[in-house]
């Protein structure tokens, strides 16, 4: 079963984003929820640190925590998927990084 | 000691994540009710509290969003946003609540609330408190 | 799909609470079997029966409760941290003396193996917090 | 000097309480007054009675009582952080219909502006918190 | 499903500031006592917990660091710390806690518990656990 | 009476520091204490920006959290003076940022 990593602080307060892109394999999902849906964003400062990690990784973030925050209008670079908490049950959620 | 004193709430904190935001909030309502002075600044992730749009719908969570357009009626009219922090995130003053008062002394005239600040401008305004608070 | 969900903040500084809510109902919805929740840390704190959350916001001890009944779902305090705490049960009363107890209905407290049991026994440990 | 006190953080999960605790102490050693230490969001976990810490740990909350009656200082409780957490006195307990109450001795459940007082009449505030 | 289950504890953040490190080292050895496979990875902040020479006697607080020394007699002796967070800290093995253990299997020789690895080799051990607990 | 701005949080984990750089004016005092303390490391990847914002702000650290973290030794780069808890009540603490 592929790891799926969860990120759910905000990358431009804490350093969990980061943590995650470089202990993550190659193959691995990567899930923003929470205050990590912040990390979803179009144009902001850690945008394309994201973009690049794609090559290697799948990213999807949680939409009912995108809609509360006002910013699923703003998110979505490409791979980026809105996600229910019922496909996050079913993609498998393991928190490790 | 003056009886009135410069109050300003710095706001750090997205909204939702943590409870900070919510309780600042409550903070800055009494503060007003006291007849003090109360600013607020929004900096770091804490410009996360006043995007608009916001939609708790499917969190089964309040959306407070809506209480900062009531601060007008309070007497808080002075709402700093440092740029930098919203630069840092994409984000420019037309994504923010469109956040108004009536100037008094204006005859009632409508004003922004929120003034988009450098950090440096920001750091002066601090100095020029008497209390600083951080949610 | 057996799942083990460890619960590490309280209920209402962090979201951590509420998304672990989420996604448990969405577990039991989609029919996976949820062997244990485990609150750890700040987590004991979701366990109390003292609580008086404003009309208009969540109450999210009781929606605890509530799913525990519905689903018969094993809800743990972690002894070691609830000491520290102040969660009680009458067990926790007797053997510290204290003169009360606040643990909420569906919540009993025990030790970290039951942390351990639920890591050896599920498919997968889902952890929710800080 | 007068000095008002926040603590934003509960007794155990982070270090606030205890670094408060630190400088209460230093403050009151070097003659300053303390007009009040006011429990805010997770501070209001300070207040409760109920904690059992282990034998070789700090037992924060008695140090904070202890404080209370040696040097005559006001801690105040939040209300409504404190309802949502589950602290409740006496009043507390008969205005929300609890079958208990966990309150520690010295400490008192009041409003949000018992802190704006706090801010008003001291000449300075700190606030020790996440 | 394997009786015996390889266990990866990652610990995150700094002592004393908060408690998660403490309370992951009480997880730790409930979990060796079970007898399963536990290691330990010291990432991020996490990599301050075993920094040599912590005296807590001016804080009333608990210097649990002389615990880790004992992990090694409840079979924990594969203790991983990620080079770059060393690095990032101006930190090398030489100011971590002389950390060992004695190999049964090599007539008791006394060994080092602590790998430095980079996050890459850090990576690739994450994927052959089968739990995964962040503290 | 001059500001004193705190930070408890690791500059490796959070932004406290950065925002406290970008936020104290000239002639501040930035004390660190709790997880703050790490701030005061010579060596780290931090140290730059601290040793350049020396030109405008003074620093210090506390000392028994600096103890309790082993790295009396290893803090201190020029101006980051180690300081009691009843220095701290002098100095005067005003958190702010």
């Known amino acids: ?97 | 000691m003056s009886s009135i004193k410069k109050f300003l709430f710095i706001n750090r904190r997205a909204p939702y994540g943590t409870v900070y935001a919510w309780e600042s909030l409550e903070v800055v309502l009494i503060g007003a009710a006291f007849d003090q002075q109360v600013n607020l600044a929004f900096v770091d992730d804490g410009v996360f509290q006043i995007v608009k749009g916001q939609d708790t719908s499917q969190l089964s969570t309040k959306n407070f969003s809506p209480t900062y357009s009531a601060l007008g009626d309070y007497g808080v009219t002075n709402l700093y946003v440092e740029k930098e922090s919203l630069d840092l995130r994409g984000l420019t003053a037309n994504d923010l609540l469109p956040l108004k008062y009536e100037d008094e002394n204006d005859n009632y005239a409508e004003k922004d609330s929120i003034q988009v600040v450098s950090a440096a401008a920001l750091a002066k305004i601090l100095e020029e408190q008497d209390v600083l608070l951080n949610f | 799909m057996k799942l083990g969900i460890q619960v590490s903040e309280g209920p209402y500084t962090h979201q951590a609470s509420l998304s672990a809510l989420n996604y448990v109902k969405a577990a039991v919805e989609a029919g996976h079997e949820i062997f244990r929740v485990f609150f750890y840390h700040d987590g004991v704190n979701n366990g109390t029966r003292f609580t008086t959350p404003p009309q208009d916001d969540r109450n999210i001890v009781n929606s605890w409760s509530k799913l525990a009944k519905d689903h018969n779902i094993d809800l743990v305090v972690c002894v070691a941290a609830a000491q520290r705490r102040g969660i009680v049960d009458a067990g926790e009363q007797k053997r510290n003396g204290k003169d009360g107890n606040n643990i909420a209905e569906g919540f009993r407290i025990s030790g970290l193996g039951q942390l351990i049991e639920a890591c050896i026994q599920c498919d997968r440990m889902v952890v929710f917090g800080d």
Chains 1, 6 share one sequence.
């Open chain 1, 1 to 97: 079963m592929s790891t799926l990593h969860t990120v759910n602080k905000s990358p431009f307060e804490k350093n969990s984003l980061e943590a995650c892109l470089r202990l993550a394999a190659k193959g691995n999902t990567v899930l923003f929820f929470e205050d990590g849906v912040y990390g979803a964003m179009k144009g902001t400062a850690v945008a394309d640190k994201i973009k690049s990690a794609m090559n290697n990784l799948t990213f999807c973030a949680l939409g009912p925590d995108l809609k509360a925050r006002g910013i699923d209008a703003l998110a979505g670079h490409a791979g980026a998927i809105a996600a229910g908490h019922q496909q996050c049950v079913q993609g498998g959620q393991r928190r490790d990084a």
